[in-house]
Every structure is written in structure tokens, then in C-alpha cells.
């Protein structure tokens, strides 16, 4: 578990010693060893989704991208699967995350050709957009972030506990963010209505309701072979999640160097930036240690306090692990997406 720490402690900046995804598949000598698993990333189009599918597709496995703009998603599979190597092409499934109905369609079409899942990483999101809503009128962020993946999923669910096997348990890998420290969850004003909606506040919020889900999706799945665990990739802008910010990444890269000059020390590059979900998915170390909050290719420690005025990148917030927060989060948003609260 405790592989990757030394490379973690004098960091400088994109392109230093920390790990890149390929290099976590490399030290996992899974290149070209998982023939015949099946692999499904949401947001497959731009920055960690598509880092990601490259370098999982060098398993050999199946992998599948998820895409709003299905020309787009056919076109960055296209150009990923057009290296030389002697591996599936990668796939695309249409779906628009925040649209409930566009969630079960791309599912049933996924689970037409795929009635196995053995990897889900649920890597698409927005951040701090301005305030509005989603087709069946949640608030925006929560609703792409969380219940778009929660729905999927619950829709998944059954390809993903008929793969697992003794030999490779099924896993499922939320991606969250630092911002989780922002907000824990709202129960009773998930939309943030009256007044409550500031953008960093709502991702804060659906960034917290990603790691509440995997862990309990650890505890209610863990014992049939579905493990589940949630990721801060790190600070990475190259990515496009920053597209709703005033001067989008650059803008808002130069806002936080700023406030604090460490921010160009703990950026990463998009390589960098996806090895931790990459370690997620594949890593021989976490089997059977599900249901955590890993950042930096390691388990995540409780934050430190937030000095005045200046960001914190690391570290999590007690109330992740808070087991009735989480319950009443899944009870929640089974209500909200139409589906039964059943094992």
C-alpha cells in the first residue's frame, strides 16, 4: 500500500517523479494480462477519462468510454486504438449524464453487448458551474457528478457481481476530488435552493456524495466481490473541468498560484493525474480493502486545517466516512432515479 509514498514527498511540479498511469500498469506487469475483462469509463472524451482508456486498453481488456457527443467519443477511440498495438478497439456508449433517461438508455445498449462488467470508473463531472438544473431538475452538479452514476451503477450492478470471480473481484472506482472539503452532503436541500447555491459549494457537495457512494457500495457489495473505492486525482489543468471558470484552466490556475505559490509544485500532468483511479483499478495492493479515499497512489490522511485564504489539495474531511451519512445519502438517491433500495 505504501509503494508510491517516497515519490509523493519533494514533488515539483508536471513531469516529476510521481507515478504516471502507464507506469502503475507497468510496475503491475498487467501490460497486455487482462485479456477478456471488460472495462467501462464515463467521460471518456477529454483529460483523466481519456488517459485512462489508453492506458488500461494496453491490458488487453475491453474498454468502453462513455460520451455525450457519440461523433466525438468515436473519434477519441478512434485516435486511441490507432497505436500499433495488438489490443481491442476501444468503444464508445452514448450517454449524457445529465439526463436520467439518456443513463438507461446508454446502460441497456452497454448491457446488450456487455452482460459482464468487471471495472467501472465513474470519471466524468462538472465543477462549479453556475447555478441550474438537470433534465429532471436537480440541481446540476449533483446530478451529473452523483446521481447520473449512481443511477448507472444501479443499472450495472448486476454485469458487475456476475463477473467477479475469486480471481478478480469487480471494482468500481468513484472519482472525487479535494473539493469533497468544501461541503459535506445536504439531506434536506440536496438543490441548495433558498439561497445555499454558491458553484464551489455544490461541487463540494457532489464531490463528497462520490465517495459516500463507493463506501457503500463496499459495504453493502464488498462480501459478494464488488469493492468499490473513490479518488482525488490530484490538481491537474489540462483536463477541461475547468471550463466554467473565469479564464477557464489558465485563469484559474493563475487565481490559486496566487493564493499559494505550492500550487505549481502540487500540479500534475494528465499522466500523473490518472494513476491514482489507474492504481484504483488494477492495483494488486488494494484487493480486499475497499471502501477508502486514496489520493497520490495511497490511502488518503484527515486533513490538516485550512489556513485563511489558501487552498488545500490534500487530506480528507471526517464526514466521508460517516456510515449513517452515507446510508441516507444511497436511501436518497434511490428515490430520486427510481429504483428500489434492494441488495
Not at 155 to 164: G, V, Y
Amino acid at each position: 500500500m505504501d509503494r508510491y509514498v517516497s515519490l509523493h514527498e519533494n514533488i515539483n511540479g508536471p513531469g516529476d517523479s510521481r507515478p504516471t498511469a502507464e507506469q502503475i500498469l507497468k510496475d503491475e506487469d498487467l501490460i497486455g494480462k487482462l485479456t477478456g475483462k471488460t472495462i467501462l469509463i464515463t467521460g471518456g472524451t477529454a483529460g483523466l477519462g481519456t488517459e485512462s482508456a489508453r492506458v488500461l486498453r494496453l491490458t488487453g481488456a475491453h474498454v468502453w468510454i462513455t460520451a455525450r457527443n457519440k461523433t466525438k467519443g468515436e473519434d477519441i477511440a478512434k485516435s486511441i486504438s490507432s497505436d500499433g498495438k495488438p489490443y481491442p478497439a476501444v468503444k464508445v456508449v452514448e450517454i449524457d449524464l445529465s439526463a436520467l433517461d439518456s443513463v438507461r438508455k446508454g446502460a441497456k445498449a452497454f448491457l446488450e453487448e456487455c452482460p459482464k462488467l468487471n471495472i467501472l470508473m465513474t470519471n466524468a463531472g462538472v465543477m462549479a458551474c453556475p447555478e441550474s438544473r438537470s433534465a429532471q431538475n436537480f440541481e446540476l452538479q449533483f446530478a451529473t457528478n452523483h446521481l447520473a452514476h449512481f443511477l448507472l451503477f444501479q443499472l450495472l450492478k448486476p454485469a458487475l457481481l456476475s463477473a467477479s470471480s475469486p480471481t478478480f473481484p469487480s471494482r468500481v472506482i468513484s472519482l472525487s476530488s479535494a473539493g469533497h472539503r468544501g461541503s459535506s452532503i445536504h439531506p434536506d436541500n440536496y438543490n441548495l435552493e433558498n439561497g445555499a447555491y454558491a458553484p464551489f459549494v455544490a461541487y463540494g457537495q457532489s464531490k463528497t456524495a462520490n465517495i459516500l457512494m463507493a463506501n457503500e457500495i463496499e459495504r453493502r457489495y464488498g462480501s459478494r466481490g464488488l469493492h468499490a473505492w473513490s479518488v482525488h486525482p490530484g490538481v491537474i489543468f489540462e483536463t477541461g473541468i475547468s471550463r466554467h471558470q473565469e479564464g477557464e484552466a489558465d485563469g484559474l490556475r493563475e487565481r490559486l498560484t496566487e493564493v499559494d505559490e505550492a500550487t505549481t509544485k502540487v500540479m500534475k500532468n494528465t499522466g500523473q493525474g490518472a494513476a491514482t483511479q489507474v492504481w484504483a483499478a488494477v492495483g494488486k495492493a488494494l484487493e480486499g480493502k475497499g471502501g477508502l479515499y486514496l489520493e497520490d497512489c495511497q490511502v488518503s490522511r484527515k486533513g490538516i486545517e485550512k489556513a485563511e485564504g489558501r487552498p488545500s489539495f490534500y487530506g480528507h474531511e471526517e464526514y466521508i466516512y460517516d456510515v449513517q451519512l452515507a446510508g441516507r445519502l444511497w436511501r436518497d438517491s434511490c428515490e430520486m432515479v427510481g429504483v428500489e433500495d434492494k441488495d
